[in-house]
Structure formats: structure tokens, C-alpha cells
């Protein structure tokens, strides 16, 4: 997997916005790629490109996360059930709950940490 964070991602206090979120990530042939775009109070924004077949394997977050997939199919795995991931879908993961991401087809997903210890 690949992180990158753009020039500027760690924001100042007030109203942050992006344009065309979805093309901030390109999707890597066999790769899983992250960026993160947004570091506001309170939240770290990070995106996620999978092309097809990609796993991420049972891992945890230290705070609350919300998923949501931008374009394509996802599987996620968590809680003892398996929920598709597709766009207009909202997850919602409690801190620490191991879970498991694979992509069905070629996807980007945006991923939003609550954590009231970020700050800008």
C-alpha cells in the first residue's frame, strides 16, 4: 500500500472544502493507494484507491471512522457480518473494531477518522 499526503492536507481552523474528491486518487493497476486529503479539527480525511482483488486484512482504528465508497464495489467485513460497499452507502466503524476491506472491482473509497485530537 501507498500513502502520499498533498501540500497544504493539514488545514487552519474554519470552513475547509474540496473540489472532484474522487479524482484526488488514482486507481494503480494491482495496488491498494491512500492520500490524505483533508487534516481538519477533528477529523483526518483519507482517500483510498483499490483496483480489483485488493485486500486489506482484519486490522483496527484507534477512533470511530466513517466509510463511504466514491466509485466502485466494495466488501466489508466487521462486527461478524459482510456488508457491500457501493456508492450512497455509509459504514459507520466504532473505535478498535477489527474489520477487513476487499474490493470487488476497481474502487475508491473515502474514509473520515473522527478524532477530537486532530487539530489543523
Sequence with gaps: MTEDTPSGAAAKPGMHDLTDVASL??????????????QAEGARVVLFSFDAGQ???????AVPALLQVLDGHLRITADGR????????LVHLAARLPHA???????????TMLDPRVQG
Design 55 to 61: 485486500v486489506l486484512t482484519e486490522h483496527t482504528a
Design 82 to 89: 459482510t456488508v457491500d460497499l457501493v456508492p450512497g452507502r
Design 25 to 38: 486518487v488514482e486507481i494503480q493497476p494491482d495496488a491498494t493507494v491512500s492520500w490524505t486529503v483533508l
Design 101 to 111: 476491506l476487499e474490493a470487488v472491482e476497481p474502487s475508491r473509497l473515502q474514509l
